[in-house]
T-cell receptor, first 113, second 118 residues
Framework: KQEVTQIPAALSVPEGENLVLNCSFTDSAIYNLQWFRQDPGKGLTSLLLIQSSQREQTSGRLNASLDKSSGRSTLYIAASQPGDSATYLCAVSSQGGSEKLVFGKGTKLTVNP | GAVVSQHPSRVICKSGTSVKIECRSL??????MFWYRQFPKKSLMLMAT?????????EQGVEKDKFLINHASLTLSTLTVTSAHPEDSSFYIC??????????????FGDGTRLSIL
């Protein structure tokens, strides 16, 4: 059974700092990995999707890497801003044509002005 | 970009009431939609996979008679929580798959429904 773990559970940083969020998964046979952002009481916004054949994806100040063999992904946020404050969720889709996503519990990020 | 609309955003009702939640893909067709449940400080848990024109596939431990899912068109799936009780209070989120999923396409999520049963 696939399990996804995110560390740390919460992170507080001053504005402007670069930071890394971590995600690990137990079964390396994944189809893809997604990073989402969730604001309080809201749904999910997809940030980056990495296919299993890819090593990283970039969008603006965000960079996500994937090391499938070791079961790890990182989300790097450059020059953090107060508007980046949210919970960041990592989810993996298993191989075999299944579209099911298994989520981690998330990392709650607070960027202080 | 792909937009998924979920309504209502919040429901407060008495125990025993049935509640219907709608999930619509606004600018794409979605053969497959998903329903998730999220408890405070917990992961999103997949409840069921909704396939247009066929019966939903429920995850282990999810009561299909309690959580009725209908996916009658390529743009609409509904989740009905029947005879809701306080333990059903939670945050429910739907997502829609753009494409067949065979290419690992992204799921697009609605804004969620906060259900509170008194």
């Amino acid at each position: 059974k696939q399990e996804v773990t995110q560390i740390p559970a919460a992170l507080s940083v001053p504005e402007g700092e670069n930071l890394v969020l971590n995600c690990s998964f137990t079964d390396s046979a994944i189809y893809n990995l997604q990073w989402f952002r969730q604001d309080p009481g809201k749904g999910l916004t997809s940030l980056l999707l990495i296919q299993s054949s890819q090593r990283e994806q970039t969008s603006g100040r965000l960079n996500a890497s994937l090391d499938k063999s070791s079961g790890r992904s990182t989300l790097y946020i450059a020059a953090s801003q107060p508007g980046d404050s949210a919970t960041y969720l990592c989810a993996v889709s298993s191989q075999g044509g299944s579209e099911k996503l298994v989520f981690g519990k998330g990392t709650k990020l607070t960027v202080n002005p | 970009g792909a937009v998924v609309s979920q309504h209502p955003s919040r429901v407060i009702c008495k125990s025993g009431t049935s509640v219907k939640i709608e999930c619509r893909s606004l600018d794409f067709q979605a053969t497959t939609m998903f329903w998730y449940r999220q408890f405070p400080k917990k992961s999103l848990m997949l409840m069921a996979t909704s396939n247009e024109g066929s019966k939903a596939t429920y995850e282990q431990g999810v009561e299909k008679d309690k959580f009725l899912i209908n996916h009658a068109s390529l743009t609409l799936s509904t989740l009905t929580v029947t005879s809701a009780h306080p333990e059903d209070s939670s945050f429910y989120i739907c997502s829609a798959l753009e494409g067949s999923g065979a290419q690992g396409e992204a799921q697009h999520f609605g804004d969620g429904t906060r259900l509170s049963i008194l």
